[in-house]
T-cell receptor, first 114, second 114 residues
Framework: QQQVKQSPQSLIVQKGGISIINCAYENTAFDYFPWYQQFPGKGPALLIAIRPDVSEKKEGRFTISFNKSAKQFSLHIMDSQPGDSATYFC?????????????FGTGTRLTIIP | EAQVTQNPRYLITVTGKKLTVTCSQNMNHEYMSWYRQDPGLGLRQIYYSMNVEVTDKGDVPEGYKVSRKEKRNFPLILESPSPNQTSLYFCASNSGLPSDNEQFFGPGTRLTVL
């Protein structure tokens, strides 16, 4: 069962444009929603994360928007740059549950073209 | 440098030949996990460990074993590998603090089972 659904599978955006990746979750017990960025040949690395008590979190060009009632969250990359080309994974977990397991989405391959 | 290391990075083997993928972290983290990454499926947790000698199954544990005899090491063992275990494997660690679930991933091990 896919508890975190991510779309689109791939995305091509022009340099300077806005990249938007969406995720939806099912388990209302999730209380931590990170985004991970993965470059080819590397492991995923935390990009930005949000707790459900806020609707938006911004770090530089990266913003998470969170809609608790719709059980959806999204990553916005403003002024997208070629260096942002990577695979992005949304994830969700329950903090303090013991396992600290991340439930990942299926990933979005983002390509920024000049 | 704080890091998670894995070895080997690439491995080609044959069905039934036992293998071990090593994982080590130098951040004194309590929690360690193994994930496998497959196209269209994202990352799925195989096993996790909350401390030395404490391990438990994740979402896809069949065909795998782990051990945690030292805090820094968490090897993944495939007693009798099969072709459906061909995948990209990541070890991860995190502090286990209730307010922080940033997971630090190793560089990955690409395994092919013929």
């Amino acid at each position: 069962q896919q508890q975190v659904k991510q779309s689109p599978q791939s995305l091509i955006v022009q340099k300077g444009g806005i990249s938007i990746i969406n995720c939806a979750y099912e388990n209302t017990a999730f209380d931590y929603f990170p985004w991970y960025q993965q470059f080819p040949g590397k492991g995923p690395a935390l990009l930005i994360a949000i707790r459900p008590d806020v609707s938006e979190k911004k770090e530089g060009r990266f913003t998470i928007s969170f809609n608790k009632s719709a059980k959806q969250f999204s990553l916005h990359i403003m002024d997208s740059q070629p260096g942002d080309s990577a695979t992005y994974f949304c994830a969700a977990s329950i903090l303090g549950f013991g396992n600290e397991k991340l439930t990942f989405g299926t990933g979005t391959r983002l390509t920024i073209i000049p | 440098e704080a890091q998670v290391t894995q070895n080997p990075r690439y491995l080609i083997t044959v069905t039934g030949k036992k293998l071990t993928v090593t994982c080590s972290q130098n951040m004194n983290h309590e929690y360690m996990s193994w994930y496998r990454q497959d196209p269209g499926l994202g990352l799925r947790q195989i096993y996790y460990s909350m401390n030395v000698e404490v391990t438990d199954k994740g979402d896809v544990p069949e065909g795998y074993k782990v051990s945690r005899k030292e805090k820094r090491n968490f090897p993944l063992i495939l007693e009798s590998p099969s072709p459906n275990q061909t995948s990209l494997y990541f070890c991860a660690s995190n502090s286990g603090l209730p307010s922080d679930n940033e997971q630090f991933f190793g560089p990955g091990t690409r395994l092919t089972v013929l």
